[in-house]
């Protein structure tokens, strides 16, 4: 494993994430845990069904999403209309649909329709990887920020895109780093983003901690003219093909579970920030009870 961070804090957070890609049952939390789930699929979608019933086990799960899909909104807000909330029960966990964008929809639930500020924020799992400088784009990403805005540990979580995506398998590995993480697993300033391959659970190679890659994504604009001869652009993006070895790219496109450390402090001072808070993780994930290690 290349490694650009320092080497044994990826080391230590990959053992003890590796754990979830084996179906290996984890510690318990140390207590239970507020859980709050958003998305930007809609709160209808299958991604945000399986992660909110994944996590039921680790403690009070309320889901607080879009009533409708918002992908590519990215940290847009929701700042010009009303905004219309409509609750519902499931199985003992709240559902609360929002008219608004994903980072409202978290601003909005924390700050006045959650009794309690949560533990953990968790925005996913969604439909499609959100990988490289992607990212910037990604509302499910947005909302993972907006948490992490609030001094809220948060995790966006990606499923790539294919047939037969395994949702369960994917909110599985949710469930599993979020029982490692606990209740303060990430420092404030920071939050996780995760990328998981659809691919059975046996086929998944393991858990890297990967860089984010800075590549520029590859758009196309396909020029149609109609009859009239008025012009218009059909716009349509491409995946970029894996480049560095440590790199979320990289690592998906191979088969793992990509665990990004992402910060929103966008001054040339954040790369220490970075380190300081892989250290924090470093000396979490050395107290906690070893897992055993599925060998690739």
């Not at 020029?223 to 093909?241: C, F, M, N, Q």
Request: aromatic share 4%; glycine share 8%; net charge neutral.
């Amino acid at each position: 494993m290349r490694m650009r961070h320092g080497a044994l804090e990826i080391l230590v957070l990959a053992l003890v994430l590796s754990a979830a890609c084996a179906g290996k049952p984890g510690q318990p939390a140390p207590a239970a845990l507020n859980i709050l789930v958003t998305n930007d699929d809609g709160i209808e979608a299958p991604g945000i069904l399986a992660v909110a019933e994944a996590l039921r086990p680790l403690g009070q799960v309320t889901v607080a999403a879009p009533s409708e899909g918002k992908s590519g909104s990215s940290h847009g807000v929701t700042s010009d209309k009303l905004i219309s909330v409509r609750e519902s029960e499931r199985g003992g966990q709240r559902w609360i649909a929002i008219d608004a964008l994903p980072a409202t929809c978290v601003r909005l639930a924390v700050e006045k329709l959650l009794p309690a500020r949560p533990d953990i924020v968790i925005s996913g799992i969604n439909r499609g990887e959100n990988l490289g400088t992607v990212t910037f784009y990604s509302a499910t990403v947005g909302a993972a920020r907006e948490a992490a805005f609030l001094g809220l540990p948060s995790i966006s979580v990606n499923l790539v895109a294919a047939n037969g995506m395994g949702y369960e398998t994917a909110a599985s590995v949710t469930a599993q780093i979020v029982r490692a993480l606990g209740r303060d697993g990430l420092p404030k300033g920071t939050f996780l983003n995760v990328n998981i391959p659809s691919l059975p659970r046996e086929r998944l190679r393991g858990v890297r901690i990967t860089r984010q890659d800075t590549r520029a994504p590859v758009d196309h604009f396909n020029k149609i003219v109609a009859p009239d001869g008025s012009t218009a652009y059909i716009p349509r993006w491409e995946h970029l093909e894996p480049d560095d070895g440590d790199t979320d790219i990289w690592a998906v496109r191979n088969g793992y579970v990509s665990v990004s450390l992402f910060g929103f402090d966008q001054t040339a001072a954040a790369p220490p920030a970075a380190r300081h808070a892989l250290r924090r993780l470093e000396a979490l994930l050395l107290s906690a009870p070893p897992l055993s290690v599925p060998h690739n």
